[in-house]
């Protein structure tokens, strides 16, 4: 270069370009920007009542008190549709439901959005089918959570196939990063995960039917629990029947962990199995051939 003149780092341009080249990839990848609009839609109305309505059943059913519990769902691409915080979800009106962005940050709505909807955030992100998603504490459920138990499989067909194997999440602050992040290792193959000490989260394609799963999960956890004090040994489902319900599962498009047995081996905690789970032993000749 002649005398004078400012050296050219072609180098560090090339590197500058390259950085600047994915971050506009990255841009374009994120979801275009809240559209306000989706929150007074017919749609987003009766999103609104329905949230409220299964906000009142998880009440009534005992799966959450005080303020507990928390429902969101997503309504568009960047936008979703989410319960307050500090409100009773038996007192809930349409009026209550905030409207956030996948950061969690809110765009419309007169009460302050629930304080967990990051946990909600992480499982839209991280599977996109997944349209709703409810977190509550039922008692028989939580039980597990908080002896860090997952419940046994292959005892109730209807369990297999609307939840099936049931993951659990270590225990982080609720309302951190770390909390919402804890699930990321199960969603994609659980539509139900139980929270350490804490309670259980579940997603699908409606609100209704994220709760009916909370339902299944609790009367589940319940059952096994009364079979438990029996004194008898719980029968299990067939490898073949199990096989049929699999089928089932999947024509119906429900996860389930089972279908890519390379991921049944990278759990990040063991499978401690609580009430109904067979122990060594107690294997009786009436039941070897429903193992």
Not at 20 to 41: E, G, I, K
Not at 84 to 101: F, N, Q, R, W
Not at 128 to 145: G, Q, S
Not at 172 to 182: D, I, K, Q, R
Request: glycine share 6%; with cysteine; hydrophobic share 40%.
């Amino acid at each position: 270069m002649k005398s004078g003149t400012k050296s050219i780092d072609l180098g560090g341009r090339r590197r500058i370009a390259m950085r600047d080249a994915r971050d506009a990839a990255a841009a374009a990848a994120r979801p275009s920007a809240v559209n306000r609009r989706l929150f007074s839609t017919p749609e987003a109305e009766a999103i609104k009542k329905e949230i409220c309505s299964v906000g009142r059943k998880l009440w009534m059913r005992q799966y959450v008190d005080g303020n507990g519990g928390n429902i969101s769902y997503r309504i568009g691409a960047n936008e979703v549709l989410c319960a307050p915080t500090l409100v009773s979800k038996y007192d809930m009106t349409p009026e209550d439901i905030g409207l956030t962005d996948l950061e969690g940050v809110q765009i419309a709505g007169a009460k302050p959005r629930t304080s967990e909807l990051l946990l909600h955030l992480e499982i839209y992100k991280a599977v996109p089918e997944a349209k709703a998603v409810v977190h509550c504490h039922p008692p028989h459920a939580t039980a597990y959570a908080i002896t860090r138990r997952v419940p046994p499989n292959l005892i109730l067909p209807e369990f297999e196939v609307f939840v099936g194997k049931v993951a659990i999440s270590p225990y982080e602050t609720p309302g951190t990063e770390a909390f919402a992040e804890s699930v990321l290792p199960y969603v994609k193959t659980h539509n139900t995960v139980l929270l350490a000490n804490h309670g259980i989260v579940c997603w699908a394609d409606t609100v209704t039917h994220a709760e009916w799963y909370a339902e299944v999960m609790e009367t589940y956890c319940w059952t096994l629990m009364i079979a438990s004090q029996m004194g008898a040994p719980i029968a299990q489902i067939s490898k073949k029947h199990e096989d049929d319900l699999l089928a089932i599962k999947k024509k119906l498009g429900l996860p389930d962990v089972r279908f890519d047995a390379s991921r049944m081996k990278k759990r990040r905690l063991p499978e401690k199995q609580g009430p109904g789970a067979k122990g060594p032993g107690k294997r009786t000749k009436r039941n070897t051939d429903q193992r």
